[in-house]
Nanobody
């Protein structure tokens, strides 16, 4: 029923930019907190950014000042704007809806981001 569908990944040179999107369906998107995670080969999945239903954002230290999480409730869409990309940003990026009283947790399918010259 609930689906999170990501897009926007790809290959970009160091210093470049990408914008990821995540379209949610089957859930009351506007009242849910949302997050972006990423996972590189051989590493644990890590939290990148969060945004509450009220629009409060938080970022892991390694992406502060470079990444921006946002949401468009009218489009049921979560975004991650990634600027000044570094090779160490290379990973599969996942959209995530955490569990709440009314909803379970859900993951997107993931989208590959590769930063390389």
């Amino acid at each position: 029923q609930v689906q999170l569908v990501e897009s926007g990944g790809g290959l970009v040179q160091p210093g470049g930019s990408l914008r990821l999107s995540c379209v949610a369906s089957g859930t009351a998107f506007s009242i849910n907190n949302m997050a972006w995670y990423r996972q590189a080969p051989g590493k644990q999945r890590e939290l990148v950014a969060t945004i509450t239903s009220g629009g409060t954002t938080n970022y892991t230290d390694s992406v502060k000042g470079r990444f921006s999480i946002s949401r468009d409730n009218a489009k049921n869409t979560l975004y991650l704007q990634m600027n000044s990309l570094k090779p160490e940003d290379t990973a599969v990026y996942y959209c995530y809806q955490p569990r709440s009283f009314f909803w379970g947790e859900y993951w997107g399918q993931g989208t590959q981001v590769t930063v390389s010259s």
